[in-house]
């Protein structure tokens, strides 16, 4: 299989971290690339560069320290808006421009943003070709296969990026209407694939070593997109790198590898957002490494009370101590990502 090449950038590998807003932070990016994803997409960053003032929108816009090729997603409804955004993010570091035109959340889509720009063929074509002929750098796209169901109209946006210059597109199988419910389908991926000479990523649903080499089978896709799968579990990169690799299964991670992991993590979110924001943050990610431990729920609302990062440090440690001691009363819960 020959290599993921993004304009002038090879891939060291076929799996892509995805943007996703309030998760692929700076010190989750980095985290993900060190275990295993060859290429990261940062959170996305409005269009607006009127909103860029304000501590969120600062902080997203951080590139300095990232790992290369730095691709930072931009989301928007007007063309002459995205376009300035990405000369911006240019400006600012960015190696790669993705363009939003597959998030569903309402907030986005009611701005005729993120999936509901699928609706406009006509204004989609004015957008990439705005956006492409601002930066001379390689713009990507992701998309869902269409509208809704009834209007999958997928493989006719994959042609006109591919006219419009897009150096490579990214597919959620899902429909804007479907949001995140019901199982991702990968057959209108298969099928942008053969309508396109540009490389295709598949997304959506992608969990494990097994279902990533079927949905590559599938698809014919060039890469991976991996998005909530990789919360809590940022190993799955190396996971399923090795896997496409050899057809052999990694053992799971010892927990002393995950409690360093975590830490590691708990630090560098810390040192990105000061302690008090960082303090906050860290709970839905401590929340999503334990989801699956026993006793992972007793001890989440326990560890949600805590302000200060000492003692959540302390608060983990005595966590993994435990399980590695002896059971803990209470089983593993699932929580939703």
């Not at 869902?144 to 006219?163: F, K, L, M």
Request: charged share 25%; hydrophobic share 40%.
């Amino acid at each position: 299989m020959s290599a993921v090449r993004i304009g002038p950038y090879t891939l060291s590998n076929r799996l892509i971290l995805a943007p996703m807003a309030g998760v692929t932070d700076q010190p989750f990016r980095q985290l993900c690339r060190r275990l295993g994803a060859g290429l990261v997409v940062s959170e996305m960053v409005t269009s607006d560069v009127r909103l860029w003032n304000s501590r969120k929108s600062r902080l997203r816009l951080l590139h300095e320290g990232d790992p290369e090729p730095r691709s930072v997603q931009i989301a928007g409804g007007d063309a002459q808006m995205l376009a300035e955004a990405a000369r911006r993010n240019v400006e600012l570091g960015a190696q790669i421009i993705d363009i939003n035109m597959g998030c569903p959340a309402k907030k986005v889509c009611n701005k005729a943003a993120g999936s509901a720009l699928m609706k406009d063929e006509r204004l989609v074509a004015q957008i990439l070709e705005a956006v492409v002929g601002a930066v001379d750098v390689p713009v990507t796209l992701k998309i869902r296969t269409g509208w809704d169901r009834q209007n999958r109209n997928g493989v006719t946006v994959a042609r006109i990026a591919e006219q419009s210059g897009i150096a490579a597109l990214a597919v959620h199988g899902r429909t804007r209407a479907d949001l995140y419910t019901g199982e991702a389908e990968y057959e209108t991926i298969a099928q942008i694939k053969q309508s396109v000479g540009i490389p295709v990523f598949a997304n959506g649903d992608i969990d494990s070593p097994q279902k990533a080499r079927q949905v590559l089978a599938h698809t014919g896709a060039d890469a991976l997109l991996i998005g909530r799968a990789a919360q809590g579990r940022p190993w799955i990169f190396r996971e399923i790198d090795h896997f496409l690799a050899t057809g052999e299964l990694l053992p799971a991670p010892a927990l002393e590898e995950i409690e360093g992991i975590l830490l590691e993590h708990l630090d560098q979110l810390y040192g990105f957002y000061g302690d008090v924001m960082g303090v906050r943050i860290a709970r839905k990610h401590v929340g999503w490494y334990l989801s699956t431990m026993p006793g992972a729920k007793a001890f989440r609302s326990t560890f949600n009370r805590l302000d200060e990062r000492e003692a959540q440090c302390a608060s983990v440690r005595a966590f993994f101590s435990e399980c590695r001691t002896g059971p803990v009363s209470g089983e593993g819960d699932e929580v939703a990502a």
